[in-house]
């Protein structure tokens, strides 16, 4: 089956990082102007980074056509790509956010022990 290898994956890894932003951890992430420029850099770079690793005409990364859809946009880009950085960013983003919080939690718990 087309897609199962790479694609099916990814768009789980997408759908894992969104339940565990909105079900989860709620930290308000998404709702943050700083979160979705972050992800403009982020594709910034992406875009020209990875179009050289993965261009049709000279391509240093192959995909086997039996691992993804197949769709490319822009540079010959596999969009399965765009997927796989939106959740690992999104992850580490989250994880750290959840850490500041507990962070800040303790601190006020050992404030609290203090008085």
């Given at each position: 089956m087309i897609g199962l290898g790479y694609t099916l994956p990814v768009v789980l890894a997408v759908v894992l990082v969104c339940v565990?932003?909105?079900?989860?951890?709620r930290t308000g992430l998404f709702r943050r102007p700083a979160y979705w420029i972050s992800m403009v850099i982020v594709m910034g770079f992406q875009i020209p980074v990875d179009g050289w690793l993965t261009k049709l005409s000279a391509p240093l990364v192959l995909y086997s056509d039996d691992h993804f859809s197949g769709v490319r946009f822009p540079w010959d880009i596999p969009v399965e790509d765009f997927l796989f950085g939106f959740a690992l960013v999104t992850a580490v983003l989250l994880l750290w956010e959840r850490g500041r919080i507990r962070a800040g939690e303790r601190g006020r718990i050992r404030a609290g022990e203090r008085q």
């Open positions: 565990l932003e909105l079900a989860v951890l």
